[in-house]
């Protein structure tokens, strides 16, 4: 008799994603869905959530048909790191203004990898801010204040 095995990551992770689907997906039957031509408040997240419970099934019958590698410690530092640069950006984008938020995020993110060093992670920042307000305030016309009144004196 063959023993089953399976990607335990992958299956945990299918899991997560179909019950965080599933469980939204109930949530935005309470509002009104409409149609695909005159859509109501529920109607997308339900979309959204049925794409993700769908995802997360896809996700985890295919953990079922290859073996996984075993989980590796945890990269602390990315976390550190990575996780509340846009806490940051939330925080600081109407106080620093658009420009300054963006550079700031992005350099507190550069430095979830140990193999960054500083002047590529500035030069980074830069090149992210540049690109990020020539699409978001210039292409797309959003109304980003690009410094705001904690950088005016």
């Keep these: ?6 990607d335990t990551t992958n299956a945990l992770c299918g899991a997560l994603l179909t019950g965080t689907g599933l469980f939204f997906g109930f949530q935005s039957l309470s509002l009104e869905t409409g149609t695909a031509l005159r859509m109501g408040p529920g109607y997308f997240p339900l979309v959204l959530s049925a794409v993700l419970a769908l995802l997360g099934l896809v996700i985890l019958v295919q953990s079922f048909r290859v073996e996984g590698e075993p989980i590796g410690p945890i990269a602390w530092r990315g976390a550190l790191f990575i996780l509340p640069a ?4 939330g925080l600081t984008v109407r106080g620093l203004g658009f420009v300054p938020s963006i550079f ?6 550069c430095f979830a990898s140990q193999r960054m060093g500083v002047l590529p992670a500035l030069l980074l920042s830069v090149l992210l801010t540049i690109f990020s307000v020539a699409v978001f305030s210039y292409g797309l016309g959003l109304p980003f204040e690009r410094f705001g009144p904690w950088t005016r004196f």
Excluded: D, E, Q
Excluded at 1 to 6: L, Y
Excluded at 86 to 89: A, D, E, L, W
Excluded at 104 to 109: E, G, H, N, S
């Design 104 to 109: 700031l995020t992005a350099l507190i993110a």
């Design 1 to 6: 008799m063959k023993s089953v095995s399976f």
């Design 86 to 89: 846009p806490i940051f950006f």
